[in-house]
């Protein structure tokens, strides 16, 4: 019967249509990995530098962190496309900490200044003078006035004076905020919430281990942050061991989180021209190089990394090191006048992870749609549902994995997922019903045809989550 079919084919007169060669398409299949995102709620550590030298370090702060609140609880639609660029939160827990550790608890040699005890060890800052804000984690949840919220906020940061410890433990009281977070209902950083810090200080960090055998060389010598910097570098007389290591305080700052669940942030000492480089581009900087120089007042001080009408900046060496065990992390420089595009760049770093995938390059278009098979493989003991969209094709190691259908961007052909092309940040979109749990995995298989000219298909990074623009 095959073979008459075609006879008849051939034999036929000619169609009533243009007719042109039949050209094969020549292409593969990519897989692209999606980091597990959806998430709903952000828990926010906001780490200030309380010492003498921020007080308009902290003014700028205070204007620009209505900013971050506002992208996150009501996101832009910066392209245009009529809708949002990411999901708004659901929940956004903001604990405010100082840098203030005292002297780590021993006893304040002569000349530490106001440095005693355990100073705010970490504690969690509020101000009664400030409307809504007398208990210490401040909460702001969907449907509230975010402006208020933002408001509540800035004023915190504008009550924290400028009476804190000089010899700065930035990672050590980031650390501790996070630790205490164990006592908070539901838990902070919550298990459904990203977790990000952000970092505000120009001093180099000297988070102690060892504060005993510090204070005793303190004592002797009288040098203060050069201190710091010795004991980093285990140079004059310092060891290495009297601060916590790099890769502690990392540890602990992350409390146990994927990178796709954590943000690392830092305004701090480092050159402009340097802002939102990586770690590695900052600290090969001959500028981030750590010496000391004469200041106004005949005193040997660490030299700047930067400089502003606001005062010198020390290089933060340390927190560039931290933030390069991250895969989301944000660096810029404290000497800035405006601390609008670091808090953006935190803000979408935020962002990627919040209610939709960022793809790392743009997947080619057939009409309104992409040539993908997109397979979601549930947490043990969840079941597909095609009420979702879902439908079970296999089962891998006990548990369901889904193919989800693919329906029409204005959301009227049921529940699944769509592609919203963008050049800022293309996305696989799900709808609500069918977006994947907490603890799901997604892997997108899409087609790329390949080029006429010979060329090579674009490839497609594996273990996506962000995107390659802002």
């Not at 990672?171 to 977070?181: F, H, N, P, T, Y």
């Not at 895969?327 to 939709?356: K, M, N, W, Y």
């Not at 098979?373 to 879902?390: H, I, Y």
Request: glycine share 10%.
């Amino acid at each position: 019967m095959l073979s008459v079919l075609i006879a008849l084919v051939i034999t036929t007169g000619c169609f009533e249509r243009n007719t042109g060669a039949i050209v094969p398409r020549l292409g593969n299949v990519q897989e692209v990995r999606l980091t597990t995102g959806g998430f709903r709620n952000v828990d926010l550590v906001l780490l200030v530098d309380d010492s003498g030298s921020m007080e308009e370090e902290q003014d700028i702060l205070e204007e620009r962190i209505a900013d971050l609140v506002r992208d996150l609880t009501t996101p832009p639609d910066e392209n245009g496309d009529g809708r949002a660029d990411w999901g708004a939160v659901d929940r956004l827990r903001v604990a405010i900490v100082t840098t203030d550790m005292g002297t780590s608890g021993v006893p304040a040699p002569d000349g530490v200044g106001v440095c005693e005890g355990l100073g705010d060890d970490g504690e969690y800052q509020s101000a009664a003078s400030c409307s809504g804000a007398e208990l210490g984690l401040q909460v702001y949840q969907t449907g509230e006035d975010a402006g208020a919220f933002a408001a509540r906020i800035g004023c915190i940061v504008d009550s924290l004076g400028l009476n804190g410890c000089g010899i700065e433990q930035q990672l050590e009281a980031a650390s501790r905020a996070v630790e205490r977070g164990s006592d908070v209902p539901d838990g902070f950083p919550a298990e459904d919430a990203i977790l990000a810090v952000l970092v505000l200080s120009d001093e180099e960090d000297c988070s102690l281990e060892q504060p005993d055998a510090f204070y005793a060389e303190f004592e002797r010598t009288g040098r203060v942050n050069l201190l710091c910097q010795d004991a980093a570098l285990g140079a004059n007389g310092a060891s290495q061991a009297w601060l916590r290591s790099i890769d502690s305080l990392a540890t602990r700052l992350a409390a146990g989180r994927e990178d796709g669940s954590f943000v690392f942030g830092a305004i701090t000492g480092l050159p402009i021209d340097l802002s939102g480089e990586s770690p590695a581009t900052i600290l090969a900087d001959p500028r981030m190089v750590y010496g000391e120089r004469t200041d106004s007042m005949n005193r040997r001080v660490p030299t700047a990394a930067c400089t502003s009408e606001n005062g010198d900046a020390t290089p933060a060496r340390r927190i560039v090191e931290v933030a390069s065990r991250f895969e989301r992390s944000v660096l810029h420089s404290i000497c800035s006048d405006d601390f609008g595009p670091a808090i953006q760049e935190v803000t979408r770093a935020i962002a990627q992870q919040i209610g939709e995938f960022c793809l790392p390059r743009r997947i080619p278009l057939v009409g309104e749609r992409v040539e993908c098979e997109l397979r979601v493989k549930l947490a043990e003991g969840e079941s597909c549902d095609r009420a979702r969209g879902q439908t079970e094709v296999e089962r891998d190691d006990g548990r369901a994995v889904c193919v989800v259908d693919q329906v029409a961007a204005d959301g009227s052909t049921g529940q699944g997922y769509f592609y919203a092309d963008s050049e800022e940040c293309p996305q696989i979109v799900f709808t609500d019903a069918a977006r994947p749990p907490l603890g799901a995995s997604v892997v997108a298989s899409c087609y790329f045809e390949t080029p006429r000219d010979g060329g090579a298909p674009p490839t497609i990074e594996e273990d996506a989550g962000s995107p390659t623009g802002p």
